[in-house]
């Protein structure tokens, strides 16, 4: 891990009509960290990842990826991978055309980065299914297939939404692993999942989101030792603290 | 069937129909479609009938009701409930918008009363304005409202039995097509064949129905043997002075017939279809990867392109939106019946024009929302869309060149001098790749990012109006450039025509290089928000 921010933003809002889905987000994610990133349903987690990512203007604020601003996505998009929460592929297409089909996207031969794409595919058991067309393949599969297009470039920075969505414990285990084994080799990983445990086990940084505004950030630990939580607390007693209204904590008491 | 059934079929049908209604009435733009369709339809359609309708209404109260006429009204009623029927019936989805929810909640056979229901209101919305527009045109032809009434109440039983009939045929030929082993551009290539049979069937006996005039030269209802519908009417008609012939008799009990055997032959099929969870039984499934050809693997963007045409080899329904194109080949297969020597007068004209609009309409037209779902990928792995964008192009024009070329060159070499053929063939790719720019820029100006169902295929489909644009203007652009090289050749090239060259060429290469520059510097800067 180094100092300098893959991830920077300053004043990050995006409004849609009279609704404020983020707002003023400053961020600062550093170099080869997992940035687990939470938030309940609406807080503007996948707003804030499409910003980032160049796939939605903001508002207002700016914000950088891996030194670049995310308007600029010419540049951008040498960076970064990103997997949605919809695995983005071609039906027709065989899991080995949509990789290759994902490196002709980014003016890259396949063979260039075929040992690293097969290798993921065959730490993640897919290498036998690749030459099947993705409309017979399950969500799981699909989900596979659709993280390796998305890191199979090497990219400083990956954006993984839910990423372990669909997976057996198995796969789900080794694609952990795969996530820790990316950000050990500098990669970034910024990692969107309502799966509390995932991001404890092996998130660096965690950035709470509620009703578009960071409202905590720091490693899981002292997320969960500066909530005002009893006995043995983890990270889902923090984000249930962090991010429940005020009326509702009324209404409890 | 149980009388729980029909109540919940009918509660299953409200609910689709005022969702139905949300939905449009949400859409201003679905909305003023809609009720402009309704409106423009329904009121100019009815006016082209006007004189042959005033005058069939005042038959009806002569004493000697016009029982031809009549029976053409009758067919009228029973084609277009065939119609609704079949094509409601085709054109739905496995498990319709009801979706597993109330698959599992209520019987099948109340799930098909109530899609049946909800589909034929819908069906026949369209036909409510010009009905009541002419049944007051034969009350103001009779001048009583009495034998308006009377076709109503002729009319209903036919029209009912049509659609009940389309219905279980076209719920036999989804059956089938769920059973059949034929691969998904055999089960495309059957439609074509039927269709085209049917369109230039028509298109054939049009000349012998009409003549050489535009009056027709005889009834259609005594298409039929035994003119069975005009029979019909006389018993209809009987209150009116007609002479109730023994036939229409039967004809009326077989309609009557008909009706609850048609519903449970439906109900049957389509219930049997709502629990059929059969696999694709045509072995599309069992392929292997690709490589990409030689021939295609220099640029991202010539690879690009075979994938595009890949995923078309695999999936028919990418390229449903042509079929406004296949009907424009259709009649001219039809034009060819009655007139042989045209294949190899307009063939090799008629070959250019659709490769050219093949190049730009197969994936140009609406080159971002036919990638709707995978815009998170295109858009975060692209600096720019200019690769994808080519390979459309490219994809396209291969497509082009095989129906320009492939067909167009060999009856040029049949029927035109060399020269000709020569030309024609130098002048194709430039028509085609400028059809294929025009047409990104075309889909760059009016994208569709919703998904809309077109022969059964629900996808973001081109605009329509940019298709009708492109096809028109696509004709017009490369007849243009056809006489030209018909002058050139026969004429030589004298000074109008080297000016008429130079003007031509400079709008084809403007409108495709700009309409390709245009495409890229627009999605270039898409955002997810101008989806």
Redesign the interface.
């Known amino acids: 891990m180094t100092g300098s921010p893959a991830i920077a933003t300053d004043g990050l809002t995006k409004r849609y009509g009279e609704t404020t889905a983020v707002a003023d987000l400053a961020l600062q994610v550093p170099t080869g960290v997992v940035y687990g990133f939470l938030g309940p349903n609406g807080a503007g987690k996948t707003t804030t990842m499409?910003m980032l990512?160049?796939?939605?203007?903001p508002s207002d604020g700016r914000a950088e990826v891996a030194g670049i601003d995310s308007d600029d996505?010419?540049?951008?998009?040498?960076q970064?991978?990103?997997l949605?929460e919809?695995p983005?592929?071609?039906?027709?297409?065989?899991?080995?055309?949509q990789l290759?089909?994902?490196a002709?996207?980014?003016?890259i031969p396949f063979e260039q980065v075929a040992d690293r794409a097969l290798g993921l595919c065959d730490d993640l058991g897919l290498r036998e299914d690749?030459?099947?067309?993705i409309?017979?393949y399950s969500k799981g599969m699909r989900q596979k297939t659709a993280f390796v297009?998305a890191v199979q470039h090497d990219p400083a920075v990956v954006f993984l939404d839910e990423p372990t969505s669909g997976l057996d414990p198995r796969a789900a285990k080794t694609l952990r692993e795969l996530i820790v084994g990316l950000a050990a080799e500098d990669t970034t990983v910024f990692l969107s999942t309502h799966i509390l445990p995932v991001v404890e086990e092996i998130a660096d940084e965690v950035g709470v989101l509620h009703d578009g505004s960071l409202v905590a950030e720091g490693p899981p630990g002292e997320l969960i030792g500066s909530t005002e939580t009893e006995g043995d607390a983890d990270l889902e007693d923090a984000f249930l603290a962090l991010t429940s209204d005020p009326e509702e904590v009324y209404a409890a008491e | 069937m149980q009388r729980s059934d029909l109540r919940d079929g009918g509660v299953l049908a409200r609910t689709e129909l005022r969702a139905q209604v949300r939905r449009i009435v949400g859409n201003r733009r679905q909305l003023i479609g809609v009720v402009v369709g309704m409106l423009s339809f329904g009121l100019f359609f009815p006016l082209t009938f006007f004189s042959p309708v005033l005058s069939f209404g005042a038959g009806l109260v002569g004493g000697d009701p016009p029982l031809a006429r009549f029976g053409t009204v009758l067919a009228a009623g029973a084609t277009i409930g065939l119609y609704f029927g079949g094509a409601t019936a085709i054109n739905q989805t496995r498990v319709g918008t009801v979706g597993p929810l109330v698959r599992t909640s209520i019987p099948p056979e109340a799930v098909v009363v109530g899609r049946f229901t909800s589909e034929t209101v819908q069906a026949v919305a369209f036909a409510v304005i010009p009905a009541i527009v002419l049944l007051g045109m034969v009350t103001v032809g009779a001048g009583s409202p009495l034998p308006a009434l009377l076709v109503v109440v002729a009319t209903l039983p036919l029209l009912l039995a049509g659609l009940l009939v389309g219905r279980t045929l076209g719920a036999s030929v989804r059956y089938l097509g769920l059973l059949s082993r034929l691969s998904a551009w055999g089960k495309a290539l059957v439609l074509i064949v039927v269709v085209g049979i049917v369109f230039v069937g028509f298109q054939a006996a049009i000349p012998a129905l009409f003549g050489e005039t535009d009056a027709p030269s005889f009834s259609l209802s005594s298409l039929l043997p035994g003119a069975p519908l005009q029979a019909y009417a006389s018993v209809v008609a009987a209150p009116l002075g007609a002479t109730p012939r023994p036939l229409g008799v039967v004809v009326l009990l077989g309609t009557l017939l008909t009706i609850p055997v048609a519903l449970a032959a439906t109900l049957r099929i389509e219930a049997a279809l709502l629990f059929d969870d059969r696999g694709d039984q045509s072995g599309d499934q069992r392929v292997g990867s690709r490589a990409v050809p030689r021939l295609l693997a220099g640029t991202p963007s010539t690879r690009i392109a075979w994938r595009y045409l890949l995923r078309t080899r695999r999936n028919p329904k990418l390229v449903s939106h042509l079929t406004m194109v296949l009907f424009g080949g259709l009649a001219f297969v039809g034009s060819l019946i009655t007139q042989p020597g045209l294949l190899t007068s307009l063939g090799p004209g008629a070959a250019v024009v659709a490769g050219a609009t093949l190049s730009g309409a197969t994936y140009c037209l609406n080159p971002m929302g036919d990638d709707r779902d995978q815009l998170p990928l295109l858009l975060t792995s692209t600096a720019s869309t200019r690769h994808l964008l080519r390979g459309r192009v490219l994809g396209g024009v291969v497509l082009g060149s095989a129906v320009a070329l492939g067909v167009g060159v060999p009856l040029g070499v049949l029927g035109d001098p060399p020269l000709r053929v020569l030309g024609r063939t130098l002048l194709t790719p430039v028509l085609l790749l400028a059809a294929a720019g025009t047409a990104l820029g075309i889909g760059a100006v009016v994208p569709k990012f919703e998904r809309s169902e077109y022969m059964n295929v629900e996808r973001a489909h081109p605009s329509t109006i940019a298709m009708l644009g492109y096809f028109f203007g696509t004709l017009a652009v490369v007849a243009t450039g056809l006489v030209l090289l018909w002058l050139t050749v026969d004429d030589g090239l004298g000074l109008v025509l080297a000016g008429g060259w130079i003007a031509y060429l400079a709008v084809i290469s403007t409108t495709g290089v700009g309409g390709y520059v245009y495409a890229v510097r627009k999605f270039d800067r898409l955002t997810l928000d101008d989806v």
């Not at chain 1, 983005?88 to 055309?97: D, N, S, V």
């Not at chain 1, 690749?130 to 067309?133: E, G, P």
């Open positions: 499409r990512t160049g796939l939605v203007e996505r010419r540049r951008l998009v040498d970064i991978g990103l949605p919809e983005p592929l071609y039906e027709e297409l065989t899991g080995r055309e290759s089909f994902a002709d996207l980014r003016d690749l030459d099947r067309r409309d017979g297009q």
